[in-house]
């Protein structure tokens, strides 16, 4: 296993496998150790630029490695308020520190009641199978 699902009650998971926690109105994105299984290891990371304004499903980051990629969506409505530039020079981040310095991009949220809709832990582990 890559890692640990993390079950703060700040951090909801989508069905793409990316985790989101939420603090204030701002969520912060990142990937799940079962997406971090089925991707190979990521060598080039494309993130949206700030100011984006995304829909929850749109495509948002694009992480390459070694001629596959793995489409990163938005798991909520809202607008890109900051990338994480430290994974341009350090993608192995996403890996080894996935829930600190290896999140992919924070969102200002439209709607932050629509994070309640996200699954828990308990129903990520359930859902993954981990």
């Not at 890559?2 to 793409?16: Q, S, W």
């Not at 200002?108 to 990520?124: F, K, P, Q, R, V």
Request: negative net charge.
């Amino acid at each position: 296993m890559v890692g640990k699902i993390n079950d703060a009650d700040n951090i909801r998971y989508t069905k793409r496998h990316e985790w989101v926690m939420l603090e204030d109105e701002l969520a912060t994105v990142g990937l799940t150790p079962y997406a971090q299984r089925e991707a190979a290891e990521i060598d080039l990371v494309e993130l949206p630029a700030e100011e984006t304004e995304l829909r929850a499903g749109d495509e948002a980051a694009t992480l390459e490695s070694r001629g596959d990629s793995l489409s990163v969506t938005a798991p909520l409505d809202g607008m890109v308020v900051e990338a994480n530039s430290l994974l341009e020079d350090a993608p192995g981040l996403i890996y080894s520190d996935p829930y600190g310095d290896g999140w992919l991009f924070r969102m200002e949220l439209t709607d932050i009641g629509a994070w309640n809709d996200l699954m828990t832990a308990e129903e990520y582990e359930k859902f993954a199978g981990d």
